[in-house]
């Protein structure tokens, strides 16, 4: 059983979508993907055998259940089947395409020829078994706050003190690098691209090469903010954050740590019901939520330094 995968099969309503993405990612699955079946998606996921057991597999399907019931969608249709390690690795990426995000953004999968003509901006990502495709709705409302936020700024500016500066951000739980990536390519000077998980920094570090980002602007580290105050010398000009709402809570006053009196920060990975306890939590720290973006049951806050 070491070198097969669960391939899992999610047939559901397409507003279900961004809520089974979500509790895959959180069950620990490895690359997902969906496509248009008639009126209806059809999600596919990879679990490793050495982690998952059929019981886990029944409990997920009880879980998705009852996510449908919570939102007053028909419950989703779930099967599985074993699948050699070899084609885990492939099997996946011939559902996901070149997905346009925002205004300026193209996200496209490596393993495809890039488009001959395209305005956008476009990232490269294969991101192996780190979370951030461009598919879910929380990467897609950070990467368009991003776009609003950085749209024409310049890689340096004049400082109100008068002295030149150089856009830094912090990314934490960097996940692929999909966002740190986005915010070099729209102007940031550096960015300090923080994970937990190896796997994850390891992904950064290869979609940065992918997309010739120089490591001197793209510094995965493995960690948390903790981590990032260590590297920077001084407070961070943004701060994003797409994890989980119980997480930021716990992290927002080491981020304020590492803020000046005039950073932003994008946060998502909320679910609307979690928004007033994390907009709590950041007003408690001296943030102001400046707007609220939200996709489905998802949402985005950014905010800025009060």
């Known amino acids: 059983m070491a070198n097969t995968w669960w391939e899992l099969q999610i047939l559901c309503e397409p507003d279900l979508e961004d809520s089974i993405f979500w509790r895959l990612e959180d069950f620990g699955c490895r690359g997902t993907a969906s496509e248009n079946k008639g009126n209806s998606s059809l999600v596919r996921a990879y679990l490793s055998t050495i982690q998952t057991q059929l019981l886990d597999l029944a409990a997920l ?29 492939t099997s996946w990426k011939q559902y996901w395409h070149p997905q346009k995000i925002g205004d300026r953004f193209l996200i496209n999968p490596a393993w495809l020829p890039l488009p001959e003509t395209t305005e956008r901006l476009v990232i490269r990502l294969d991101p192996g078994v780190a979370f951030g495709t461009g598919n879910h709705a929380t990467t897609q409302l950070c990467l368009e706050s991003l776009e609003m936020r950085l749209s024409g700024v310049p890689q340096s500016f004049v400082s109100t003190s008068g002295k030149q500066e150089h856009l830094i951000i912090a990314d934490i739980g960097c996940g ?13 000077e550096k960015v300090y691209a923080v994970d937990t998980d190896p796997l994850a920094v390891q992904s950064t570090i290869s979609n940065g090469v992918l997309n010739d980002i120089s490591p001197e602007r793209l510094l995965p580290a493995l960690g948390s903010v903790d981590i990032v105050t260590k590297l920077v010398e001084k407070p961070v000009d943004g701060i994003v954050c797409n994890i989980l709402a ?8 080491e981020m304020s740590a590492i803020a000046k009196p005039d950073t932003w920060a994008i946060f998502s990975g909320i679910l609307l019901e979690q928004s007033k306890a994390v907009a709590d939590a950041l007003e408690e720290n001296g943030w102001v939520v400046a707007t609220l973006w939200k996709r489905k049951e998802w949402c985005c806050l950014n905010v800025r330094r009060s």
Do not use: F, K, T
Request: hydrophobic share 55%.
């Open 176 to 188: 692929s690098g999909i966002l740190s990536i986005g915010a070099l390519l729209l102007g940031a």
């Open 246 to 253: 119980h997480v930021i809570i716990e992290l927002v006053p």
């Open 61 to 89: 399907s009880l879980w998705l259940r009852q996510d449908a019931l919570c939102v007053g969608l028909s419950s989703p249709l779930l099967q599985w089947q074993l699948i050699d390690e070899e084609d885990w690795a």
